[in-house]
């Protein structure tokens, strides 16, 4: 008797224990861990190695066509953490007080056109280079303009809203990605999030151009500052990364050894912790392009910096068992070391002195000194048109007499 009420007492315990331990909080292995964190490390240093070779061929393409660029001033910078700030907290409330599904959905559609812009974006010269060997060049050299201009202005100028050239590489791009879109509409699958996700690094390291160094300080800055509040502060960050439906983010199952491709314990890192630093390492890559040395001191340096505070920044959360602001350690060791390197080869004031496009802030410059010289004319004009009617009144009394 005594054995069978401490069998039923052993079975009870067992499956209170089960029950705890599918209702707690999931627990991955070392193992699991250590492949889910080193895949996303290794994820989010290829959009920043590419992306950043990209965007100097990017800028040499835009000095040679004359193209003009658009950079981020330092006034943008400033604003960039205030901006995000008011979007982040308007999408925490609107997860609040609305079905989490139905903004999803939006959202869903919206990123789901942009990803195929993104992907097709990053397949195009690799798919146009295998086209170029496939099909006959009277084909192959087929090419299409799509162009929609507004409507012209009182001074008779107009503005294209839309002025795309494109060739059977990129319909084929397009229907792919369009494919792999329906997929990640479909499924969710954590394998099409990663490579639209990877595609919105990509562009923004490559696109995303910051025209000094001091902007660039100014930028990281204010979004440690930003993702220091907002982590540490309130719930609001961790609140809308896990509520955001959306190839935003970098994930990799934990539980990935166990389950596969079928996975759903996820670690994750947001895109704005690899693009922010990636657009100031790419920045540090093109001014390691002026000096004209054997070795990309800066940019290296900064790259190293930033796999050590990615690094750092997954050991202590893992340690704390609390969501980390990646940025706390990111722009510390992306901004320090290289500057640090800079000042010890004594290339500090040559790297502040950098700019991507001087004409740009040459230009604004100009632009001001236009307006305040047409008012400065307008002002000296007004007298003389009041004193010209007396003149010449004057004169024809001389002549009448």
């Given at each position: 008797m005594a054995d069978t009420v401490g069998d039923v007492l052993a079975q009870v315990n067992e499956t209170l224990q089960d029950a705890k331990n599918e209702t707690g909080k999931y627990r991955a292995t070392p193992a699991g861990m250590a492949v889910a964190y080193s895949s996303i490390i290794a994820m989010a240093l290829l959009p920043i190695v590419y992306g950043s070779y990209k965007s100097v061929t990017h800028q040499q393409k835009q000095?040679?066509?004359?193209e003009k660029p658009e950079t981020m001033t330092q006034k943008d910078a400033a604003m960039f953490p205030v901006i995000a700030s008011g979007a982040l907290f308007g999408l925490y409330i609107f997860f609040k007080l609305f079905s989490k599904e139905h903004i999803n959905l939006l959202l869903a559609g919206?990123?789901?056109?942009?990803?195929?812009?993104a992907l097709a974006h990053i397949m195009s010269p690799s798919m146009d280079r295998v086209l170029r060997k496939v099909l006959p060049p009277k084909l192959y050299k087929w090419e299409y303009h799509l162009n929609f201009r507004a409507c012209p202005t009182s001074e008779g100028e107009t503005e294209d809203i839309i002025d795309y050239h494109f060739n059977?590489?990129?319909?084929?791009?397009?229907?792919?990605c369009a494919?792999?879109?329906?997929w990640y509409l479909w499924k969710k699958h954590w394998v099409a999030n990663n490579?639209?996700?990877?595609?919105?690094?990509?562009?923004?390291?490559?696109?995303?151009?910051i025209n000094t160094v001091a902007t660039g300080c100014i930028l990281l800055g204010g979004l440690f500052i930003y993702d220091v509040f907002w982590v540490f502060g309130t719930d609001v960050m961790v609140t809308v990364a896990k509520s955001f439906e959306a190839p935003i983010k970098l994930v990799f199952p934990q539980d990935f050894l166990e389950n596969g491709l079928a996975g759903s314990k996820f670690a994750m890192l947001g895109l704005g912790d690899i693009v922010i630093p990636g657009i100031f390492i790419a920045l540090l890559l093109r001014f390691?392009?002026?000096l004209k040395r054997k070795t990309h001191v800066y940019f290296t340096s900064s790259f190293i910096a930033y796999i050590l505070g990615l690094g750092t920044t997954i050991f202590i959360m893992m340690y704390f068992e609390h969501a980390q602001p990646a940025l706390l350690y990111l722009v510390p060791a992306c901004v320090g070391v290289p500057l640090t390197v800079a000042l010890v080869l004594g290339d500090i004031t040559a790297m502040f002195k950098y700019?991507?496009?001087?004409a740009v802030?040459?230009?604004?410059?100009?632009?001001?000194?236009?307006?305040d010289d047409k008012q400065t004319v307008k002002k000296a004009s007004e007298p003389e048109k009041r004193r010209s009617p007396r003149i010449n009144s004057s004169q024809d009394g001389k002549k009448d007499k």
């Open positions: 000095k040679e066509s004359g919206y990123f789901f056109i942009l990803g195929i812009m059977y590489s990129d319909v084929i791009c397009w229907v792919c494919l792999l879109g329906v490579l639209f996700g990877m595609a919105f690094a990509i562009n923004g390291v490559e696109l995303l151009h390691d392009s002026t700019e991507d496009h001087p802030e040459a230009g604004e410059k100009e632009v001001e000194d236009d307006v």
